[in-house]
């Protein structure tokens, strides 16, 4: 494991290990050795992105040599995302595929605060973002009526109250809605800011809707059905934290506060990594525990700056070292 002294030194050790890691295929993937990931790239270019215009302008701690790197890997990643945008406004988990899945809500994520950040304009930025928005509300899971015709007679039948019911996103549009798109298509839409239309806020009531419906028994959640074959499933400490990150808006909702306390009873410190950067995350979000996590996220670097087994684990910890310094990129305002 890597001793540093400071949390500074644990920025520019993490910092310099993504940009050196940058580009081994395109942009980066999950463990240098294979293709090129939107997810991570979106994760990993969103800590750099704010290391630049929030920490760098307020702090000095990384060398100017650094932040024009920074600069060239940002520019490359937002064409790569341009580049990779299929027709129908999503991305594909991996380039080299054709089908949209959840990974668009990632990398909508990115651009969305690389236009706020960056204060651009930029035409084609901003085309990107609303085919991407788009392709969100058009790709929600549909439960039993898939069909025009069939909601119309469920409206006639039954009034509009009928066509409210709970519904999130699926990994992709093959398949079931899972609480984990659901999660991050909401964070999608509503980071930087909830500046989307009413149409969107019915979405979002909706998808808030299937998540507290499908709760566990023991007070978190598990990655879909709270409930199967008449068999109670227990709730995923990992999971319980996407939740928590995308409802915070329902803080106080009694199944929310239920679930902030079975995930920090979950989380210590022989838990995973990535539990414990989500501690940090969600901790400044609702001031719950006071235990200071970054602390013991920072005993978890390893020598080469990464975090984790991966670059999906070492970009969200650094997002979480970011919430230390004010700079908590989930956060909704």
């Known amino acids: 494991m890597f001793k540093t002294n400071s949390n500074d030194e644990s920025f520019v050790h993490l910092a310099s290990y993504l940009i050196n890691s940058f ?17 991570v790239a979106s994760l990993a270019s969103l800590f750099l992105l704010t290391c630049k215009y929030k920490i760098y302008t ?38 080299n595929t054709i089908h949209s899945d959840w990974s668009t809500s990632r990398a909508c994520l990115f651009l969305r605060y690389f236009s706020e950040l960056a204060k651009t304009n930029d035409y084609l930025i901003n085309k990107s973002i609303s085919k991407a928005i788009y392709f969100l509300a058009a790709s929600r899971y549909e439960k039993l009526y898939p069909t025009s015709a069939l909601r119309l007679l469920l409206l006639i039948g039954s009034g509009e109250s009928s066509l409210r019911y709970g519904r999130g996103w699926p990994w992709d549009l093959n398949c ?4 984990e798109p659901t999660t991050y298509n909401l964070l999608a839409l509503q980071l930087p800011k909830n500046n989307l239309n009413g149409y969107f806020h019915k979405i979002i009531k909706q998808a808030n809707r299937y998540i507290l419906d499908n709760s566990c028994y023991d007070g978190g959640w598990k990655f879909g059905n709270s409930e199967v074959l008449n068999t109670k499933l227990r709730s995923i400490t990992s999971v319980t934290g996407e939740v928590l990150l995308a409802l915070q ?18 989380v210590n410190e022989d838990s995973t990594v990535t539990e414990i950067a989500l501690a940090q995350i969600i901790n400044d979000i609702y001031k719950h525990n006071q235990k200071n996590w970054v602390s013991l996220l920072t005993t978890k670097q390893n020598t080469d700056g990464s975090f984790g087994l991966n670059n999906y684990v070492a970009s969200l910890c650094g997002l979480s070292l970011l919430s230390t310094l004010g700079c908590n990129v989930f956060k909704m305002g």
Request: glycine share 6%.
């Open 176 to 179: 079931y809605h899972w609480i």
């Open 23 to 39: 580009g081994h295929y395109k942009v980066w993937s999950y463990n240098n050795t294979c293709q090129s990931s939107v997810e």
């Open 58 to 95: 307020n702090r000095k701690i990384f060398k100017v040599a650094m932040i024009s790197e920074i600069d060239s890997i940002i520019e490359k990643t937002t064409d790569f995302f341009i580049d990779n945008q299929h027709g129908d406004g999503g991305w594909s988990i991996t380039n």
């Open 249 to 266: 808006k329902l803080d106080y909702h009694p199944k929310v506060k239920l679930a902030l306390n079975y995930f920090f009873d979950n």
